[in-house]
C-alpha cells in the first residue's frame, strides 16, 4: 500500500465521515472503523500513521474514549495521546504523514488488490452506465483486462436518450464479445403495461432487472466473482457505529443462492467526488463522469402514471432536450438534478391552426446536499423559452411546458 493512513474510530459522533473527508483533503487518506476493530484490520489499509479515536463529549473525557478503545490496542505508556489539538498539526507534526492520497496512488494500488483476488479468474459486473460501475468497469479493465471481464447491460427501455449507446461506445472496444447487451425494453413495458402505482412500478422493475441479470449470468460458465459500484457513503450510511451491525450492503439486489460470487468492491473507500475523480483519471468521458443522479428506476417513474410508449418517448425526447440546453448554456455542472417529466393528462392547443389534445412536459431543476431537502434553480427566462420553443416544436405530441417551482419539502425530487 502506498499511502499513509490515519484511522477514525466511531465513538459515536455523527461527524465520523466528514472528518474522513477532510482529512482526505488535506491529501492523507483517511478510512472510518467501529469501535471494536482489530489493530490488525486498520493496518491492512495503509501505513497507520495515527489513530482519531471520536468521541461526543457526553462520552466524558479521554479517559473513557481510552477504556472503550483498549478492544483495538491496549494503550501503553509509550503511546503518545493527544486530545483536541488542531488537525493539521495532528496529521503533519504529530502522526508526521505524508501528502500521498492521490487517485494515482489510488489506481495502483487497486490494480494490484484485483490481480492479487482475481488471478486468472473471471468478473462479472452489472453494468448500468452510472458513474460508479463505469468506474468500477474501467479500473477492472485496467487490473485484469477484458478477457476476464463481463459486463451486462441492461437495457429495460427506461434509459436515457444515448446511455445504451454509449455505454457500447465507451466500453465495447474493451470487451468485445464480453460485453453483453441486453436490449430487454419490450420485456419490461409488457410487464408495466396499466401498472400505474408508482411503488409497483419500482418493485417490477427492480424484480425484472435481477431476472434479466440472473439468466445472463447464468448463461455465462466459471464466473467466480461479481464487481459492484458500492461507495463509502453506502458503508459508512449503513453503519459503524458502536454496537451497530454494519448492514450488508446493498448487492446487485437479491441474486439467488445458488448463484454465489465473491464481491469485487474497489471503490468502497471512496466519496461520490473521489469516484469521480477516479473516473477521469481512467480516462472515462466528462459526460459519463460528472453524470447526474438517475433513479435506478429511471424514465419509468417520470412518465407518470401507467407508462404508454408515445408518452414514454416523448418524455426522453424532453429530457434530451433539456440536457442539450443546460450543457449549452453552461448550468450542467451547477444544478445537482434537472430532469422532464410527463404526466397522463392532456389538454388543449392549438397547431397547425386546429384544435388539439396533447401532453405537458414539466420540467424540474434542483438543488441539494444530500437529496433530503432541495431547493430550485432560478433558470432565466431566455433559457426556458428556448427549451420551451425546442419541446413544443419538436415533440408533436406535447403542447404545453411547464417549470416546477416546488422546493422539498413539499414536493419531492421526483413525481413518483
Ligand atoms: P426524492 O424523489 O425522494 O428523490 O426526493 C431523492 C433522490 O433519489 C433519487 N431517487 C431514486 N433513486 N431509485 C433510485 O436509484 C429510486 O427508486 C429513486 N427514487 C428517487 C431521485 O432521483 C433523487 O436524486
Known amino acids: 500500500m502506498k499511502q499513509d493512513l490515519i484511522a477514525i474510530i466511531d465513538m459515536g459522533r455523527d461527524d465520523n465521515s466528514a472528518l474522513a473527508r477532510k482529512i482526505r483533503d488535506y491529501g492523507v487518506y483517511s478510512e472510518v472503523y467501529p469501535h471494536d476493530s482489530s489493530l490488525e484490520s486498520l493496518k491492512l489499509n495503509g501505513n497507520l500513521k495515527g489513530i482519531i479515536l471520536n468521541g461526543t463529549e457526553k462520552d466524558g473525557n479521554e479517559l473513557n474514549l481510552l477504556k472503550g478503545f483498549s478492544s483495538i490496542a491496549p494503550i501503553t505508556n509509550a503511546d503518545k495521546i493527544y486530545s483536541s489539538c488542531n488537525l493539521e498539526d495532528f496529521l503533519f507534526k504529530t502522526a508526521v504523514c505524508n501528502k500521498n492520497w492521490n487517485m494515482e496512488n489510488f489506481i495502483e494500488d487497486q490494480i494490484t488488490l484485483i490481480r492479487r483476488t482475481v488471478g486468472q479468474g473471471k468478473v462479472l459486473l452489472a453494468l448500468s452506465g452510472g458513474v460508479d460501475s463505469s468506474v468500477v468497469a474501467a479500473l477492472l479493465i485496467k487490473a485484469i483486462g477484458g478477457n476476464n471481464l463481463f459486463c451486462v447491460h441492461v437495457n429495460h427501455g427506461l434509459l436515457r436518450k444515448g446511455e445504451p449507446e454509449q455505454v457500447i461506445e465507451v466500453f465495447g472496444k474493451n470487451l468485445k464479445q464480453n460485453l453483453i447487451y441486453v436490449d430487454a425494453s419490450e420485456r419490461f413495458l409488457s410487464k408495466l403495461k396499466d401498472v400505474s402505482d408508482p411503488e409497483r412500478k419500482r418493485k417490477i422493475i427492480g424484480a425484472e432487472f435481477i431476472r434479466v441479470f440472473e439468466e445472463e449470468a447464468r448463461k455465462l460458465n466459471g464466473i467466480e466473482f461479481l464487481g459492484q459500484g458500492t461507495i463509502y457513503p453506502d458503508i459508512v450510511e449503513s453503519g459503524t457505529k458502536a454496537g451497530k451491525a454494519v448492514k450488508a450492503h446493498h448487492n446487485v439486489g437479491g441474486l439467488p443462492e445458488d448463484l454465489t460470487f465473491k464481491l469485487i468492491e474497489p471503490l468502497k473507500y471512496l466519496f461520490k467526488d473521489e469516484v469521480r475523480a477516479c473516473g477521469k483519471a481512467l480516462g472515462l468521458p466528462d459526460n459519463m463522469v460528472f453524470r447526474q443522479p438517475f433513479p435506478g428506476p429511471g424514465l419509468g417513474v417520470r412518465c407518470l402514471g401507467a407508462i404508454t410508449k408515445e408518452r414514454l418517448e416523448a418524455v426522453r425526447e424532453a429530457d434530451a432536450i433539456l440536457r442539450e440546453e443546460f450543457e449549452k448554456h453552461n448550468l450542467s455542472r451547477k444544478v445537482w438534478q434537472y430532469f422532464t417529466l410527463i404526466p397522463d393528462i392532456k389538454s388543449v392547443g392549438v397547431r397547425d391552426n386546429m384544435r388539439s389534445l396533447g401532453y405537458p412536459v414539466i420540467i424540474r431543476a434542483v438543488n441539494t446536499v444530500d437529496a433530503m431537502t ?21 415533440i408533436p405530441s406535447v403542447n404545453r411546458v411547464c417549470y416546477d417551482l416546488t422546493p422539498k419539502p413539499t414536493g419531492t425530487i421526483e413525481w413518483e
Open 374 to 394: 432541495a431547493t430550485i434553480e432560478h433558470i432565466d427566462w431566455t433559457v426556458l423559452d428556448i427549451i420551451t420553443k425546442r419541446i413544443i416544436n419538436e
